[in-house]
């Protein structure tokens, strides 16, 4: 979820997705820096990202990851959801005794 | 195929993506580094950061590489070979598994395919699972194996569930095909039998309208093998076949393939001769195929109806209350089952055995290459992988094992072939074909999965930390330990069901051994001779002569001590008819068969129950039989004499009670025809006359001389029975060239009747000679493995002053402990299991004490061999050595 959110903008290489990440997140979410890779691989997988080979700002090779048009629709699909769920708990949660 | 592509695709690209992976994660670490020391870090201090934040790069890259497909079909290959490479580098590690796992894959698959062969196979015919066997039944509930001809005609017209129905009356006869006449099994079959079986001659014809009629022109269908082994395949035309005195034309040859009754070599119509009217004579076997709409339940239900009704008509005309209809398959092979089923699990509890004592050895293997495992996974290897690759190992031994257990189980089934020729029904289904392999495949497999699970579950749950320790010096057990303590009481256990198993088969054996038949087996030669039957009495009488001329003549052969003759001889394969007789009160008090029946009918207490044999008194000498009260036939006892009779001592005792039977009548015309009574002149001894096992039933000796039988045996007692055999054949021959004759020594026809019992019991004994021999080398290889492990202790111990023989204590101690509570536990199953053998146990009970303290002795006598000669090499240790150990 959170990477293909990171990838909604522009394509990005890794590193760029986990700084986005934690930005974000006002650094709560630091992950380990190197699970972002496997689900990169299982995302690209499943078709919903994927990679070419650019050269960066300063010159080097760097892979970069897109989005698909699957990807958006399953990140919205899943946001959507997410919504619902969050809101759902929240709503319990707060709910005023 | 677009997976498959996908597949090789990505294999191709495999390398590519490996090195941009690479790549991907140094620019990571670069960027990361960077911003690092963009943030005041030293360069150093900067990259250690950035690696930590990432993570274990080799288990992202791990981890990362799972995710391509198909990353764990090629890393499952690479690990098969890095598995058989380990095992190349290790051979004596890998003979010695894979030789244990074809053992038993070998066992399993070669008991496997004569079960398939035997049990589950279905028989060779259309439509098998409609063909039943139709039984009467008696008042008492009990299946009668023949059905009298006006039941069957009954049923046949009655029961609409069947398509067809036959009658059939399967034996050997006296064949020739040109040259001399021997017996050859075949069969009288009614017009419908081809039909029945649904299978027609594979050349030639079935029999014609005309052949089926009394008069009609004599015809037979022979089987395939009789045809190409005694006419070498000629054509048909003009061949005939003399069965019985009769010459038949043959007009058909069945399909290889057909062999029903088994061992049949000729089928002929039983229309050839006249109908049977009497309701209680049992001849015939009764074959039918139900009707393709209904279910064999649907069938026996109306046969059941049928037959009820045909019991309230007839009343005590007929012995049948009801009928049973029984799956032909399931009949044919209903005597082998137990000992198939027994013999296969046996077989399994072998491979089983073998599993625990190869999974014992990789762990032992494991513990050795803890190191390399605990390395990788510091690397960042998850335990996945490790599993795996275990995983992998195991099956690339369990396929070496496999593949070399198919060749056992090959040489295994031809091994059982022989062993076991006449007893088994259905032999030459028995084969290893894609069936069978396929169960040596999947007994692999699963072996493989077995294997590998424990090993890998007991490697991977070692924390890291300790593997790495662990590996520089061991103490005392750890969990490994008793990982490998419960897998060798495991294999202690099982090998204790199976020796328990053969134990009382053993004892079994010996009983049946040891049982008192009645009679001789040693020295004795028999002969067994069969004329044509005839109604004609003068020929009658000839042949009677011809008998006692025979008999003469062979006692005065040099060495023959005593020669006599038995229509029916005790371990033969002929017929044991027995029927009812009345006493009476005088010798010709009785005439006709009206009066027969109807004094039967009325006068129950006068009527007895025994066998009907026919006999010289020289029988009875031959066979040691011993005369307890009264007198032998003799010299007056001639053809014209008033007739005679001997009875056995448990009919004198159950008919005659406290009372001498010598000199009462009895009528037993019933057997033959002839009304006229006998006197009872003597009493002697019981014999056993199906099987060693089958108590002595009541019997009753007519003398051959007045009573003719055309079925006889001959028995020739002597101190040099060598050679005799074919003296006696010729002296026979100069009588009657024609007859058949048969000759054996009494000891061989005894090991017939033990063949069955011979073969179950050398099984199941080698099954579980092979696993004493797994448990006690799993044992050995335990204890050898743990003193190396402690020599450190020992050492230590031996340094302060401990004495060799603590030493020797300790470790033959964990040995025979471990032996203890697997006798335990195997005692305590085997009470359990070998309940399921009782069928097969004779004189002894299914927890014969003897037979499992003998087996609880054998077991614990090889667990203190096998922990005692690592104790020795743990006594000679020197402690200056055993501190340097590491």
Same mark, same amino acid.
């Given at each position: 979820m959170l990477v293909l959110k990171a990838?909604?903008?522009?394509?990005?290489?890794?590193?760029?997705?986990?700084?986005?990440?934690?930005?974000?997140?006002?650094?709560?979410?630091?992950?380990?820096?190197?699970?972002?890779?496997?689900?990169?691989?299982?995302?690209?997988?499943?078709?919903?990202?994927?990679?070419?080979?650019?050269?960066?700002?300063?010159?080097?090779?760097?892979?970069y990851y897109a989005l698909t048009r699957d990807g958006r629709k399953y990140f919205a699909d899943e946001l959507a959801q997410w919504r619902r769920m969050s809101r759902a708990i929240n709503l319990v949660l707060e709910a005023a005794l | 195929m677009k997976q498959l592509w996908r597949r090789l695709q990505s294999m191709a690209g495999r390398r590519r993506i490996e090195s941009g992976l690479s790549e991907e994660i140094q620019f990571?670490?670069?960027?990361?580094? /960077?911003?690092?020391?963009?943030?005041?870090?030293?360069?150093?201090?900067?990259?250690?950061?950035? *690696?930590?934040?990432?993570?274990?790069?080799?288990?992202?890259?791990?981890?990362?590489?799972?995710?391509?497909?198909?990353?764990?079909?090629?890393?499952?290959?690479?690990?098969?070979?890095?598995? +058989?490479?380990?095992?190349?580098?290790?051979?004596?590690?890998?003979?010695?598994?894979?030789?244990?796992?074809?053992?038993?894959?070998?066992?399993?698959?070669?008991?496997?395919?004569?079960?398939?062969?035997?049990?589950?196979?279905?028989l060779p015919y259309p439509d098998p699972d409609r063909l039943v066997r139709l039984f009467q039944v008696d008042a008492s509930g009990r299946r009668n194996n023949t059905v009298s001809e006006p039941n069957f005609l009954d049923w046949q017209r009655n029961?609409?569930? *069947?398509?067809?129905?036959?009658?059939?009356?399967?034996?050997?006869?006296?064949?020739?095909?040109?040259?001399?006449?021997?017996?050859?099994?075949?069969?009288?079959?009614?017009?419908?039998?081809?039909?029945?079986?649904?299978?027609?001659?594979?050349?030639?014809?079935?029999?014609?309208?005309?052949?089926?009629?009394?008069?009609?022109?004599?015809?037979?269908?022979?089987?395939?093998?009789?045809?190409?082994?005694?006419?070498?395949?000629?054509?048909?035309?003009?061949?005939?076949?003399?069965?019985?005195?009769?010459?038949?034309?043959?007009?058909?040859?069945?399909?290889?393939?057909?062999?029903?009754?088994?061992?049949s070599e000729y089928w002929y119509p039983r229309e050839l001769s006249p109908p049977q009217t009497s309701r209680t004579a049992h001849n015939w076997m009764v074959l039918a195929r139900v009707a393709s709409h209904l279910a064999v339940e649907e069938a026996? !239900?109306?046969?059941?109806?049928?037959?009820?009704?045909?019991?309230?008509?007839?009343?005590?005309?007929?012995?049948?209350?009801?009928a049973a209809a029984l799956p032909l398959r399931e009949q044919l092979t209903a005597a082998a089952r137990p000992v198939l089923l027994l013999l296969f699990g046996a077989a399994v509890l072998l491979l089983v055995i073998a599993c625990l004592n190869v999974s014992n050895l990789q762990l032992a293997r494991a513990s050795t290459r803890h190191r390399e495992l605990a390395v990788r996974l510091a690397v960042g290897a998850d335990r996945g992988r490790i599993t795996r690759q275990l995983l992998a190992e195991a099956l690339v031994l369990?396929?070496?094992?496999?593949?070399?257990?198919?060749?056992?189980?090959?040489?295994?089934v031809r091994a059982l072939l022989l062993l076991q020729p006449a007893n088994l029904p259905r032999i030459t289904d028995v084969r290893v074909d894609g069936g069978v392999l396929l169960f040596a495949l999947a007994a692999a497999v699963l072996t493989a999965a077995l294997l590998g699970l424990v090993t890998a579950l007991r490697t991977s749950s070692t924390q890291l930390r300790d593997s790495l320790n662990e590996g520089q010096r061991t103490v005392a057990g750890g969990r490994g330990e008793r990982v490998r303590q419960g897998l060798v009481v495991a294999q202690v256990a099982l090998t204790i069901v199976l020796l328990a198993g053969a134990g009382l088969l053993a004892r079994s054996f010996m009983a049946v051994m040891d049982v008192n038949l009645g009679y001789r087996t040693a020295g004795s030669t028999l002969i067994d001779a069969t004329w044509n039957s005839t109604p004609d009495p003068g020929l009658q009488r000839r042949r009677v002569d011809t008998q006692r001329d025979i008999l003469a003549d062979l006692q005065r052969l040099p060495g023959v001590q005593s020669v006599g003759l038995v229509s029916s001889f005790p371990l033969g394969a002929g017929f044991f008819p027995n029927g009812r007789f009345l006493e009476m009160t005088r010798q010709d008090e009785l005439s006709s068969r009206e009066d027969l029946a109807r004094?039967?009918? /009325?006068?129950?207490?006068?009527?007895?129950?025994?066998? &009907?044999?026919i006999a010289s008194a020289g029988y009875f000498a031959a066979m040691g039989i011993p005369l307890l009260r009264g007198r032998l036939f003799d010299e007056r006892d001639g053809p014209d004499?008033?007739?005679?009779?001997?009875?056995?001592?448990?009919?004198?005792?159950?008919?005659?009670? /406290?009372?001498?039977?010598?000199?009462?009548?009895?009528?037993?015309?019933?057997?033959?025809?002839?009304?006229?009574?006998?006197?009872?002149?003597?009493?002697?001894?019981?014999?056993?006359?199906?099987?060693?096992?089958?108590?002595?039933?009541?019997?009753? &000796?007519?003398?051959?001389?007045?009573?003719?039988?055309?079925?006889?045996?001959?028995?020739?007692?002597?101190?040099?029975?060598?050679?005799?055999?074919?003296?006696?054949?010729?002296?026979?021959?100069r009588y009657d060239p024609d007859v058949p004759l048969q000759v054996r020594t009494v000891e061989d026809a005894l090991e017939r009747t033990l063949a069955?019992?011979? *073969?179950?019991?050398?099984?199941?004994?080698?099954?579980?000679?092979?696993?004493?021999?797994?448990?006690?080398?799993?044992?050995?290889?335990?204890? +050898?493995?743990?003193?190396?492990?402690?020599? !450190?202790?020992?050492?230590?111990?031996?340094?302060?002053?401990?004495?060799?023989?603590?030493?020797?204590r300790i470790v033959v101690g964990r040995g025979v402990l471990l032996a203890v509570i697997g006798v335990g536990v195997g005692i305590a199953a085997s009470a359990g299991l070998t309940r399921l053998l009782e069928g097969m146990l004779f004189g002894v009970s299914a927890t014969d004490p003897v037979a499992f303290a003998a087996v609880m002795t054998i077991t614990l006598v090889a667990v203190l061999a096998a922990s005692y000669l690592p104790a020795r090499r743990a006594m000679g240790v020197a402690p200056v050595v055993a501190m340097r150990a590491d």
């Open positions: 990838l909604q903008l522009e394509p990005m290489h890794g590193w760029g997705i986990t700084e986005r990440i934690e930005q974000w997140s006002e650094q709560v979410l630091q992950l380990g820096q190197g699970t972002l890779y496997p689900a990169l691989y299982r995302l690209e997988r499943q078709g919903l990202i994927r990679s070419e080979w650019k050269v960066t700002a300063n010159n080097r090779r760097a892979r | 990571h670490l670069d960027q990361q580094t /960077q911003k690092n020391i963009r943030a005041g870090m030293t360069p150093d201090e900067a990259r250690r950061q950035a *690696f930590v934040r990432f993570g274990g790069v080799e288990r992202v890259k791990e981890q990362t590489r799972d995710e391509f497909r198909p990353a764990l079909f090629e890393d499952f290959l690479r690990d098969v070979q890095y598995g +058989a490479r380990l095992l190349r580098r290790t051979p004596a590690f890998a003979a010695v598994a894979i030789l244990t796992l074809a053992l038993g894959i070998g066992a399993a698959t070669a008991v496997f395919s004569v079960v398939d062969g035997v049990l589950l196979r279905p029961a609409r569930s *069947f398509a067809f129905m036959a009658e059939l009356s399967p034996g050997p006869a006296p064949v020739s095909t040109g040259g001399e006449a021997s017996m050859v099994s075949g069969s009288s079959v009614s017009r419908d039998f081809f039909d029945v079986m649904g299978v027609s001659p594979a050349i030639g014809r079935r029999f014609l309208d005309d052949e089926l009629r009394v008069g009609g022109a004599p015809a037979a269908i022979i089987s395939h093998r009789f045809w190409t082994t005694r006419y070498n395949s000629a054509p048909l035309s003009g061949l005939t076949i003399r069965i019985g005195g009769r010459l038949h034309q043959i007009v058909g040859v069945m399909p290889p393939a057909f062999d029903y009754p088994p061992a026996q !239900r109306e046969l059941s109806a049928v037959s009820r009704a045909m019991k309230a008509q007839h009343g005590d005309g007929t012995w049948m209350s009801d369990a396929t070496a094992a496999g593949a070399v257990g198919s060749l056992i189980a090959y040489g295994g004094l039967g009918d /009325q006068a129950k207490e006068r009527a007895g129950f025994a066998g &009907y044999r004499a008033a007739h005679v009779a001997v009875i056995s001592e448990s009919l004198a005792n159950s008919k005659w009670p /406290q009372q001498d039977p010598i000199g009462r009548f009895v009528q037993f015309g019933n057997m033959d025809g002839d009304l006229r009574g006998f006197r009872i002149i003597g009493v002697v001894g019981d014999v056993r006359e199906l099987s060693p096992e089958t108590l002595p039933g009541p019997l009753f &000796y007519a003398h051959y001389r007045q009573r003719t039988a055309s079925r006889i045996s001959m028995v020739m007692r002597s101190q040099t029975p060598s050679g005799l055999a074919e003296t006696a054949r010729q002296v026979i021959r069955g019992r011979r *073969f179950s019991l050398l099984l199941v004994a080698a099954f579980s000679a092979c696993a004493l021999v797994l448990a006690t080398l799993g044992i050995y290889g335990l204890m +050898a493995y743990l003193v190396a492990q402690r020599t !450190r202790e020992i050492g230590i111990r031996l340094a302060l002053g401990a004495d060799a023989r603590d030493v020797l």
